[in-house]
């Protein structure tokens, strides 16, 4: 199990949550592997975490040998992830796709994206490609998402474990392409959607090189 980011500033209590979220469940050793401490220092943190409510143990049999332990976010730990949606965004967006055209509704969303880039190109631009990617990883974060790079033999790899916009992007699909113009705009090259959670798999893949086409 690979760790969900390679931030060294992050705790290790933050390690261990948003290791859970990625992998759904997770053992004491796969932890303990991913945070690199000990199990003990481990069942310490998961032991607060879960006296707070925050996660849930699940006792699994095997055929041979004692059973073991796996952990889950609870709803109470779920929560501890964005969810920047409320009602009135969505009454807002009914309103908006009842008095304007699909098209301008559409220009609206890349105009969001486009302000949060302006934003920030100064920092990302000029960085080398992985480098450009770490920070797409980070902007990512900012907007509510759980994101994670990796490098396999065709290119690249990006997964998003979580939607901050799930709820609302099942009524309002246009939000769904927020994060994927995000992307397309930071990394300037094409990407290909493998993924979606508002399609009921359990995150959103893309893939691409490191060329421009």
Request: with cysteine.
């Amino acid at each position: 199990m690979k760790p969900v980011s390679s931030n060294n500033k992050k705790s290790t209590r933050d390690i261990i949550l948003e290791t859970i979220k990625a992998s759904h469940q997770a053992k004491v050793e796969e932890l303990a592997e991913v945070a690199n401490v000990s199990p003990v220092t481990v069942r310490h943190h998961l032991n607060s975490l879960q006296a707070e409510g925050l996660i849930e143990a699940s006792s699994v049999r095997r055929k041979v040998g004692r059973p073991y332990y796996v952990y889950g976010l609870s709803e109470k730990g779920e929560e501890l992830f964005p969810k920047r949606y409320v009602r009135l965004t969505s009454r807002l967006l009914e309103e908006l796709k009842a008095v304007l055209p699909q098209a301008t509704v559409d220009q609206v969303f890349k105009g969001v994206v486009e302000n949060v880039v302006s934003e920030h190109r100064t920092y990302f631009e000029g960085l080398p490609f992985e480098r450009r990617l770490d920070y797409l990883v980070d902007l990512l974060k900012e907007e509510g998402f759980l994101a994670q790079w990796e490098k396999t033999k065709e290119g690249y790899v990006l997964t998003e474990y979580n939607c901050p916009y799930y709820s609302i992007g099942q009524e309002h699909v246009e939000i769904c392409t927020f994060d994927k113009e995000l992307i397309l705009n930071v990394l300037d090259r094409p990407i290909e959607q493998h993924s979606c959670m508002l399609e009921g798999a359990d995150c959103c893949q893309f893939t691409f090189t490191s060329k421009s086409a």
